[in-house]
């Protein structure tokens, strides 16, 4: 995975920052999400998979995603349902533009794994602008010019059909102490600091607010489940709890926390640098 922090809520952006992440760490972070955790090759072929009606499926092929013909560009997480990273239980497509603009949140279902069913939200980040997807569709093909790489168009989003191409299985599992100690990061004039240790961790920001949760790893893909909750003294939504996913860069140093409130109102992309 930079909201308007009037009261230093997470309302949206909170980590694509736009001081530090679009200006300062634009270039050397380019986007956490789209080079982060292990990975491999992308190899496999997509084949219907059958289920059994009213049982959670797996239609997503679970890797990192780049999309091609949109500015901006969009890096993809997309999160099988049996990873168990997801809160409810069900297939996951997270998706953040490129210059931190946007962050969508997309659920899939249906009986194959070549097409189905899409639902979730597009939320513009540092507004309270959310705008629901619920009537969308996703294919999965391979790729006419190259079979070994899985493409997969989702529409309508955005206005239009997206496409998107995994560029990483992201199949190898992160480690706990990978992420263990402080990270910090900036929210326009709003200074957030976590200390991770183990599963737990906790935080504060100069706005007044605090954050505790859990950080559990994902044996099967290169993520962590997280849970945090926010409470913000004196504001109207004291206190929110989140529910997302994590993703480190391959040299350890930066953490990108993308997650939705209970009510999948409200969204946050996190984005974290690793202090000594």
Not at 10 to 21: D, E, G, S, Y
Not at 62 to 80: F, N
């Amino acid at each position: 995975m930079t909201p308007p922090f009037t009261h230093a809520s997470m309302q949206a952006k909170t980590l694509f920052i736009r001081t530090p992440v679009l200006a300062a760490l634009a270039t050397t972070l380019a986007l956490t999400l789209s080079a982060c955790g292990g990975g491999g090759s992308d190899t496999t072929p997509v084949s219907p998979t059958p289920t059994t009606p009213g049982t959670p499926t797996s239609t997503l092929l679970q890797g990192r995603w780049l999309s091609s013909g949109l500015t901006p560009a969009y890096t993809a997480i997309m999160v099988p349902a049996t990873t168990g990273a997801n809160t409810p239980a069900v297939d996951t497509v997270w998706a953040l533009a490129q210059d931190a603009s946007t962050l969508i949140k997309l659920k899939a279902n249906g009986p194959a794994q070549s097409a189905g069913a899409v639902t979730g939200n597009v939320y513009t980040l540092g507004t309270t602008s959310v705008t629901a997807v619920t009537s969308g569709s996703y294919t999965l093909q391979a790729s006419a010019s190259n079979a070994a790489v899985q493409q997969m168009s989702l529409q309508p989003l955005l206005g239009t059909t997206v496409l998107f191409e995994r560029t990483d299985t992201m199949a190898t599992p992160l480690r706990a102490e990978q992420a263990n100690g402080r990270w910090a990061a900036t929210l326009d004039t709003v200074a957030v600091n976590w200390t991770v240790q183990g599963s737990s961790l906790s935080g504060t920001s100069t706005s007044g607010c605090t954050y505790s949760g859990q950080s559990t790893v994902v044996t099967t893909q290169s993520l962590y489940k997280v849970q945090f909750t926010e409470t913000c003294a004196g504001t109207a939504a004291a206190t929110q709890t989140f529910h997302g996913v994590a993703t480190l860069s391959p040299d350890d140093t930066r953490l990108t926390v993308v997650a939705t409130n209970a009510a999948e109102s409200r969204a946050t992309a996190l984005l974290f640098v690793k202090q000594p």
